[in-house]
């Protein structure tokens, strides 16, 4: 199973929106919507902000949304924040496996 | 609030074993509704899935690591383990521990992670 495809990088500037995309194959998605958006940053523990597609565990912002389209999921994070500037990373859950994609770099100019 | 830590060597020689114990605090690894499992990141690299275990029993592990790896438990020390066999430089990675939901199969609760650095 290959990783899901990911840009390397984006950027934007405080106040703005960004959107990250993470394609797959159709077997990578499967029939399953287990598709989730993880946020890591230096020195803190990975943290789940999108399971499902589209739906946020309780305590994280609404600034962040998910959304799916074919064989490609997308995360959006509105009115970027310095705090936001991280490695996000998306994963796929299908038939007992998980595949995670090569991860995001966003930087807040 | 439940917390992972992960624990382990932080050096292993190449061609033997890595062993790490995940601890889980205010929390137990005996509910159905959860399974507990590890990711590893290679330095500069991304997230690499390892492998889950589920209350049943079950396990499952990813294909490429299938042959050397084992996750087990401890229900009575809420801590679960991380065995992977025959390691080379290509396994040097941070190490996370995570527990995850079944009805949406995501990690929601994850270690700080450690560092496993494979040489001799």
């Known amino acids: 199973q290959s990783a899901l495809t990911q840009p390397a990088s984006v950027s934007g500037s405080p106040g703005q929106s960004i959107t990250i995309s993470c394609t797959g194959t159709s077997s990578d998605f499967g029939g399953y919507n287990h598709v989730s958006w993880y946020q890591l940053q230096p020195g803190k523990a990975p943290e789940l902000l999108i399971f499902d597609v589209s739906n946020r565990p309780s305590g994280v912002s609404n600034r962040f949304s998910g959304s799916k389209s074919g064989n490609t999921a997308s995360l959006t994070i509105s009115g970027l924040q310095a705090e936001d500037e991280a490695d996000y990373y998306c994963s796929s859950y299908t038939s007992s496996n998980t595949v995670f994609g090569g991860g995001t770099k966003l930087t807040v100019l | 609030q439940l917390q992972l830590q992960e624990s382990g060597p932080g050096l292993v020689k190449p061609s033997e074993t890595l062993s790490l114990t995940c601890i889980v605090s205010?929390?137990?690894?005996?509910?159905?509704?959860?399974?507990w499992g590890w990711i590893r990141q290679p330095p500069g690299k991304g997230l690499e899935w390892i492998g889950n275990?589920?209350?049943?029993?079950?396990?499952y592990y990813n294909p490429s690591l299938k042959s050397r790896v084992t996750i087990s438990g401890d229900t009575s020390k809420s801590q679960f383990f991380l065995k992977l066999s025959s390691v080379t430089a290509a396994d040097t990675a941070v190490y996370y521990c995570?527990?995850?939901?079944?009805?949406?199969?995501?990690?929601?609760?994850w270690g700080q992670g450690i560092l496993v650095t494979v040489s001799s």
């Open positions: 275990m589920y209350y049943s029993g079950n396990t």
């Open positions: 205010s929390g137990s690894i005996s509910s159905s509704r959860y399974y």
């Open positions: 995570a527990r995850g939901t079944i009805s949406c199969s995501c990690d929601d609760y």
